[in-house]
């Protein structure tokens, strides 16, 4: 699910929510807009700012949602130059607001490329490498104006645009050149006297946020292909991060790459028209770390050999050298990893989870999201399944009616599959119950503020599933047995619900509504 997750519109959409619930938190992604479907409301809300302030002179980024290196990029000053025709319908893109004062060092533009490990999505863990690549634009930068818009190498930083300018320098150090380590930046700023502590800090908390934006749906891809509970094949990824540094050192997310090129390599041309493939050092620097920190986290004999050495460690049990097992390579030197530089990868999260797990109140609407969705594989909430979701949460009421449920359910259902592209199910998508949630939690908690509607529904439904789950096993216990399991409508639906819907009986379902 990762590559979807990270293409433009999904990554727009993914951030908007938590944006909705805590816009302090999540300023660090450029305000964006969804083309074809909100080209009039960029057009509105663009229309309604400048009549308030007509001194504002803003720039937009339009953004082809497929693209890549810059593919189909361009800068416009009015939501009437977007290249509407034929386009726009079949080319879906993002139209975001141009960032017009990026930090710039030698008069460049440049960005961030971050690697960061996703170790595992429950629980969640992140790392961060400690160095990235820094990519220079090829032209003096100058903020925007009708005149420069198409200037590609004063605007985009994508090396794969700026490698064709004249004035592209294949680095000979990492410190020097068009595509540099984030770390001689960083130096560079230091001796400026920027508290680049505090610019790194910033950036860790941006990837934290990002990776809790992209949980709660990389969590239903995730579910429908490996069963939650059991023991099988797990899933890591190394994603790349694009940052841009602004002027006042905020970092500004631009996009995240689910399949960020480890070359590290670079074509130089050695007589006209013929090519060669040389060691690229900075690439080199970064990467190879990246790749070699990955491996030693994710090894899966690691586990193996560290409990072996233990056992080593503990003289008193002897015990003979099995035949099936060869003797591993720890057993001669307890550390094998003792020759290795130390490791780049740093451990995020959960190291400062308690810093951020408050923001996390979209992937526990996942779970509840996932817990009603029944069938294996399936990505969509059924009507049944929505229906129970708010009869097990106890959501429906005098003033909400099991009627207006399903017309809430048909409303929403029936508006994201027109926006989506991914036709394949039907049903309700976790955008759309996200929708529908808040929108119970804004009627239920009136005088709140959002995130706090929203963090006292999802209380109240966790509450209620818990004392239901409660109730069932007592019921397990008790031997009734057989029946379809209680939190879906269907016996398919059924079959992939709570964990302990296993084996419990319809009995139990009945007395416990
Ligand atoms: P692609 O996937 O095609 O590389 P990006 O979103 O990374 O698309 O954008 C390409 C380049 O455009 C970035 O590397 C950056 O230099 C510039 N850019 C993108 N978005 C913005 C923005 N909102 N403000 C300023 N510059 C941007």
Redesign the pocket.
């Known amino acids: 699910g990762m590559t979807e997750m990270v293409r ?1 519109i999904t990554l727009s959409r993914a951030v908007r929510i938590m944006q909705n619930l805590f816009p302090e938190e999540y300023n660090f992604y ?1 305000r964006s807009w969804i083309l074809p479907d909100e080209f009039q409301l960029f057009v509105a809300q663009v229309r309604m700012v400048k009549d308030g302030d007509p001194s504002w002179k803003p720039t937009f ?1 339009v ?1 082809p949602d497929s ?7 361009y800068l416009i000053k009015d939501p009437s130059d977007i290249r509407l025709a034929g386009t726009l319908q079949s080319r879906p893109a993002v139209v ?5 004062k ?1 930090l710039l060092i030698d008069k460049l ?1 440049f ?1 961030i490329r971050l690697y960061v490990l996703l170790k595992s999505l429950d629980p969640l863990e992140i790392y961060i490498a400690k160095d990235g690549l820094s ?1 220079f ?1 090829t032209e003096p930068y100058q903020e925007p104006s009708p005149k420069n818009l198409h200037h590609t190498f004063m ?4 090396y794969a645009l700026n490698i064709h300018s004249g004035n592209f320098v294949h680095s000979d150090s990492t410190s020097t050149g068009s595509k540099r380590t984030f770390s001689s930046i960083l130096c560079r700023l230091s001796s400026k006297g920027v508290d680049i502590k505090k610019v790194w800090s910033d950036i860790i908390s941006l990837v934290i946020k990002t990776v809790i934006a992209l949980t709660p749906e990389l969590k239903v891809f995730y579910q429908s292909d490996i069963p939650a509970g059991r023991p099988g094949p797990t899933c890591f990824q190394i994603l790349g991060f ?1 940052i ?1 540094l602004m002027k006042n050192l905020k970092p ?1 997310l ?2 995240v ?1 689910a399949n960020p090129s480890m070359r590290i390599e670079h074509e130089q041309e050695l007589s006209p028209g013929v090519f060669e493939n040389v060691p690229s050092l900075v690439d080199e620097e970064v990467k190879v770390a990246v790749i070699r920190d990955t491996l030693r986290l994710m090894d899966p004999l690691k586990n193996k050999r560290e409990n072996q050495s233990q056992k080593l460690k503990q003289p008193a049990v002897k015990e003979e050298p099995s035949d099936s097992e060869p003797a591993s390579p720890s057993d001669a030197n307890p550390n094998p990893e003792a020759h290795l530089p130390s490791i780049c990868l740093k451990q995020v999260f959960p190291k400062y989870a308690k810093q951020f797990n408050y923001l996390r109140l979209v992937d526990r609407m996942a779970n509840l999201f996932i817990r009603f969705l029944g069938i294996k594989g399936t990505m969509k909430l059924g009507p049944t399944g929505f229906r129970t979701f708010i009869r097990n949460c106890k959501l429906s009421s005098s003033s909400l009616s099991m009627a207006a449920v399903d017309i809430l359910y048909i409303d929403i259902t029936r508006r994201w599959n027109s926006m989506t592209l991914d036709q394949r199910d039907s049903g309700m998508c976790l955008q759309g119950f996200v929708e529908a949630f808040f929108y119970l939690a804004q009627r239920k908690f009136k005088m709140l503020p959002l995130h706090e509607q929203v963090a006292s529904l999802v209380d109240l439904c966790e509450y209620h599933l818990s004392l239901l789950d409660e109730k069932r096993l007592v019921c397990g216990r008790s031997g009734t047995s057989g029946g379809r399991a209680p939190d879906s409508g269907t016996p398919q639906e059924a079959a992939a619900s709570a964990p302990l819907a296993q084996g419990t009986p319809p009995a139990c379902t009945n007395s416990a509504h």
């Open positions: 433009k450029p980024i953004k693209g890549c290196q810059g593919d189909g990029i975001q607001e141009y960032i017009c990026p533009k960005d990519r634009c605007h985009l930083t994508n694009d841009l500004i631009l996009e790459n």
